[in-house]
């Protein structure tokens, strides 16, 4: 376990390492000028190559890059351009946001999907599975922008029982786990939910039903096991994937919330992103998609450590 869990760790490295020049390289690869938001119409050379110098822009591609990997390395993401605030607070404060908001979207997809799951691989052409995949299709092709909105004209206009958009009372971006508060994440974080839903529902209704066709639960079923131990036979034969399947899930609606934010304007990594591309700062664009990846990394190295723990037969593969 130990071989493997360095191994894993080793690996990290490397991915961590083309994360941050992939990020890096497409910030800069996109047109035009990232001082444009802050420089008056009639500014001269000089004040342009001041803060140029200021940002380390007048710098070579390679001595920026490795500039801006050590500073990261101390927690030192550069400073926004359009706000002059530390980029590392800004980030954070709004990956904190979207991290809860993505948590609750994540076990809220995850407990459905499973149920979703299960009942269609239990129960296969018969009409609870075509009910539950036909929740689950729905879930995957419905778009989550169109989804929020009529969500919030359901609920919010016409029946207004829950807040429309923000994070707290009053638009306050500061958050408390209070009922209040958690109103105002019931909207975004069901919208959120419907893909999660579907994909580990889909899922888990193809690896229920190959579980179930195989020798072992046959072999169970005639020495007499009772079907709640047989349901938990396949609970324990299917809970590596389905893990696998929510990490993965939970690091894309990180990094993917974009819209779902700015449809109920919670204030998130997404909407930071959405505000850094149209201010065009990169310094706050490169941080937030770095602490991003870096998120999504880890949480693949976290599944495949749990998914270890539960089936042995992973690292010995």
Excluded at 23 to 35: I, K, M, N, S
Excluded at 73 to 86: E, H, M, V, Y
Excluded at 232 to 251: E, R, W
């Amino acid at each position: 376990m130990l071989v493997f869990l360095w191994r894993r760790l080793l690996y990290t490295l490397p991915i961590m390492l083309g994360v941050a020049l992939v990020c890096f390289a497409l910030v800069h690869l996109a047109p035009g000028d990232p001082l444009v938001s802050i420089l008056p119409p009639d500014a001269s050379a000089e004040l342009q190559a001041k803060l140029k110098e200021l940002y380390g822009f007048n710098r070579s591609y390679p001595e920026q890059f490795v500039s801006w990997v050590w500073r990261a390395l101390q927690g030192d993401l550069g400073t926004s351009i359009a706000s002059n605030r530390p980029v590392f607070s800004e980030v954070m404060k709004a990956v904190g946001n979207t991290l809860r908001l993505a948590m609750v979207a994540t076990l809220i997809g995850f407990l459905f999907g499973c149920l979703f799951g299960f009942v269609a691989g239990y129960f296969q052409n018969s009409w609870l599975d075509k009910l539950a995949s036909l929740t689950s299709v729905l879930g995957v092709s419905v778009p989550h922008y169109w989804l929020g909105m009529v969500l919030v004209i359901v609920f919010s206009s016409i029946l207004m029982w829950l807040p429309p958009g923000g994070a707290g009372p009053g638009g306050s971006g500061d958050w408390a786990w209070d009922w209040e508060h958690f109103k105002h994440m019931l909207l975004p974080a069901i919208t959120m939910s419907v893909i999660p839903m579907g994909i580990i529902s889909r899922t888990l209704r193809a690896l229920v039903g190959d579980i179930l066709a195989q020798e072992f639960i046959v072999g169970l079923r005639a020495k007499g096991l009772t079907d709640f131990g047989i349901f938990l036979h396949v609970v324990k034969n299917a809970a590596p994937t389905a893990l696998a399947v929510m990490g993965l899930q939970l690091g894309y609606l990180l990094g993917g919330s974009i819209l779902i934010e700015t449809v109920f304007s919670w204030p998130g990594t997404g909407s930071l992103l959405n505000s850094a591309i149209f201010q065009r700062d990169l310094p706050l664009l490169q941080g937030t998609i770095l602490v991003l990846a870096m998120f999504f990394v880890f949480l693949n190295l976290i599944v495949d450590v749990v998914q270890t723990l539960l089936d042995p037969r992973i690292s010995r593969s």
